[in-house]
C-alpha cells in the first residue's frame, strides 16, 4: 500500500502556536521534508521529536520529488513542513503535493498557523472576500504593472513582502494608489511584533526613520480607502 504525505503548518513565530496533531503527526512520519533542515531541526529539538530531514525548496524541488514519490509509493509516511506557517502557500510544496496526487498518494493536511489569516484577522479590513497576491514581481516595471491592473481590485488584497523591498513596495504604492490606509504587519507572532494601521505616506515616513526588520504582510483594501 502507498504511503501517506501530511502537509503540516508550523509556528511562524511563536512555538507555542504548533497544534497538538502537528506534533503528534511529526512524532508518526517516516520522513520529514523540509524547506531548511536546520530551522526545522530547532522546532524538532524544542519538542524532543527526532526524525530524519530531507530538504526541499525551490531550487531543488523538482530534482527531489521524483524520489519522494518512489517513497511515498513504497509505504513510507512523509511530513511535508516550509519554515513557517503553512506548506505552499509562497513556499515550496506545490511540485510535490501535485505529483503525489497524480500518483494517487493520500494527501492529509494537517492545518494551523497561517501568516496570510494572521494579518487578515487583526487588519480591520473586510475579510468577506479577499485575494492573496503574494510577493509582487520585483522588477520595477513589472510591479507598476501588477499595481495598476490591482487598481480596480474590490477585495481585500494581502502581500507579502521583504524587509529591503518594503519601502520601494510601498512608495510604488503610494504613486499607482494614492495616500490609501494600509496595514503593515511585521514580525507576527515573535517577540517585536508590529502591526501599523496608517497611510502610506506615514507608513513610508515610518520606515524610513525605523529601518524596515523581518518579514511583512501588507494587508489593502482599495474600496474602504
Known amino acids: 500500500m502507498p504511503g501517506t504525505l501530511f502537509i503540516i503548518a508550523t509556528p511562524i513565530g ?6 497538538l496533531r502537528a506534533l503528534e503527526t511529526l512524532k508518526q512520519v517516516d520522513l520529514i521534508a523540509c524547506e531548511d533542515t536546520r530551522h526545522t531541526q530547532k522546532l524538532l529539538t524544542h519538542y524532543q521529536i527526532q526524525k530524519p530531514l530531507t530538504s526541499l525548496f525551490e531550487h531543488n524541488e523538482r530534482l527531489k520529488v521524483p524520489s ?25 510544496g506545490f511540485v510535490l503535493i501535485r505529483e503525489a496526487i497524480r500518483n494517487e498518494i493520500l494527501v492529509i493536511p494537517i492545518p494551523g498557523p497561517s501568516a496570510v489569516i494572521t494579518a487578515l ?22 510591479m507598476r504593472r501588477k499595481l495598476e491592473q490591482l487598481k480596480d481590485e474590490p477585495r481585500t ?20 494608489w494614492g495616500d ?25 515616513q515610518h520606515f524610513t526613520q525605523s529601518p524596515p526588520r523581518g518579514e511583512f504582510v501588507l494587508v489593502i483594501n482599495l474600496r474602504s480607502a
Open 68 to 92: 519522494l514519490i518512489h517513497q511515498l509509493q513504497e509505504g513510507k509516511t512523509i511530513g511535508l513542513v516550509s519554515d513557517a506557517g503553512t506548506p505552499g502557500i509562497s513556499d515550496p
Open 14 to 19: 511563536n512555538l507555542k502556536d504548533i497544534t
Open 121 to 142: 484577522t487583526v487588519s480591520g479590513m473586510p475579510t468577506d472576500r479577499f485575494c492573496f497576491e503574494g510577493f509582487l514581481p520585483q522588477k520595477s516595471a513589472a
Open 180 to 204: 490609501i490606509p494600509i496595514i503593515c504587519a511585521r514580525e507576527l507572532t515573535k517577540l517585536h511584533e508590529e502591526i501599523l494601521r496608517k497611510p502610506l505616506s506615514e507608513q513610508i
Open 157 to 176: 488584497m494581502v502581500f507579502y513582502e521583504s524587509p529591503h523591498r518594503v519601502l520601494k513596495t510601498l512608495k510604488a504604492m503610494l504613486e499607482i
